[in-house]
């Protein structure tokens, strides 16, 4: 019996990354671009999108830069009709990559902290899903939607990431709604959530905390690579049929 393969070209392709300036969102926004994707890689920071896209470029991707603040509304909306403008062609694939941490008790949380988490961790990509969606429903393209939830929307260990982890609760529960709203209109959205894994976020993390690996079955921390094949087989026509999932990538470490 010959053994299925599972196809990965995603050449031509228009691809949105959030949070591409570091992390997870970077070896994402790298993944993509070399299975064939035109990326546009969306942040803060002009320089390390500068940095992202001349890396990406210079092993013969096309990638193109989008400063983008995810709690600046109007932005956000705005977004996918930037990308189409630069690439020439609707978001077929978004990654709502974008995330901040809280990183203090919940009962101590200033209102600005609650509204830039709020912000930037649900309401942005909720907005960012809704308008790329909407793009690809008036020329009746289908699609892939991608949001980066948590283990922490499944698992809370009380370490002052509360507000943190019922945005990455919600990202599930958009998750799955969405993708009944438009599964009629073949845009698929599903969903990673990732365990502790190498990134910026987890740096701050474990400078506040010190190394809790050990706790872990495997006693070790994630490497982004390892996230590469859930994110290829969600975007690839493997998983045509598999939309309102959220796959957990956490290494055992929530079963702890």
């Given at each position: 019996?010959?053994?299925?393969?599972?196809?990965?070209?995603?050449?031509?392709?228009?691809?949105?990354?959030?949070?591409a300036?570091?992390?997870?969102?970077?070896?994402?926004?790298?993944?993509?671009?070399?299975?064939?994707?035109?990326?546009?890689?969306?942040?803060?920071?002009?320089?390390?999108?500068?940095?992202?896209?001349?890396?990406?470029e210079?092993?013969?991707?096309?990638?193109?830069?989008?400063?983008?603040d995810?709690?600046?509304?109007?932005?956000?909306?705005?977004a996918?009709?930037?990308?189409?403008?630069?690439?020439?062609?609707?978001?077929?694939?978004?990654?709502?990559n974008?995330?901040?941490?809280?990183?203090?008790?919940?009962?101590?949380?200033?209102?600005?902290?609650?509204?830039?988490?709020?912000?930037?961790?649900?309401?942005?990509?909720?907005?960012?899903?809704?308008?790329?969606?909407?793009?690809?429903?008036?020329?009746?393209?289908?699609?892939?939607?991608?949001?980066?939830?948590?283990?922490?929307?499944?698992?809370?260990?009380?370490?002052?990431?509360?507000?943190?982890?019922?945005?990455?609760?919600?990202?599930?529960?958009?998750?799955?709604?969405?993708?009944?709203?438009?599964?009629?209109?073949?845009?698929?959205?599903?969903?990673?959530?990732?365990?502790?894994?190498?990134?910026?976020?987890?740096?701050?993390?474990?400078?506040?905390?010190?190394?809790?690996s050990?706790?872990?079955?495997?006693?070790?921390?994630?490497?982004?690579?390892?996230?590469?094949?859930?994110?290829?087989?969600?975007?690839?026509?493997?998983?045509?049929?598999?939309?309102?999932?959220?796959?957990?990538?956490?290494?055992?470490?929530?079963?702890?």
């Amino acid at each position: 019996m010959t053994q299925p393969t599972i196809p990965t070209d995603l050449d031509g392709q228009v691809a949105l990354v959030t949070g591409a300036t570091s992390g997870l969102g970077r070896r994402f926004a790298d993944v993509l671009a070399d299975a064939g994707a035109r990326v546009a890689i969306a942040g803060r920071r002009l320089e390390r999108l500068e940095e992202v896209a001349k890396e990406i470029e210079g092993r013969g991707g096309v990638c193109v830069k989008l400063p983008l603040d995810m709690t600046d509304r109007d932005a956000v909306k705005a977004a996918p009709g930037q990308v189409e403008e630069m690439l020439g062609a609707p978001v077929q694939i978004l990654l709502n990559n974008a995330g901040i941490p809280d990183a203090q008790r919940a009962h101590k949380m200033s209102l600005d902290l609650i509204d830039a988490v709020i912000d930037t961790n649900l309401r942005g990509p909720y907005i960012l899903a809704c308008e790329v969606a909407r793009r690809l429903i008036e020329v009746e393209q289908p699609g892939r939607i991608v949001n980066i939830s948590s283990i922490g929307a499944y698992s809370y260990a009380g370490i002052g990431a509360a507000l943190y982890s019922i945005t990455k609760s919600a990202i599930v529960r958009m998750t799955e709604t969405l993708a009944v709203e438009w599964a009629r209109n073949h845009i698929n959205v599903t969903g990673i959530a990732p365990g502790s894994f190498e990134s910026e976020m987890m740096d701050g993390m474990l400078e506040r905390m010190g190394d809790f690996s050990g706790s872990f079955p495997r006693k070790r921390i994630g490497r982004p690579d390892q996230l590469d094949s859930t994110l290829l087989y969600l975007v690839s026509p493997a998983s045509e049929c598999v939309t309102g999932t959220v796959i957990k990538v956490d290494d055992g470490q929530s079963t702890r």
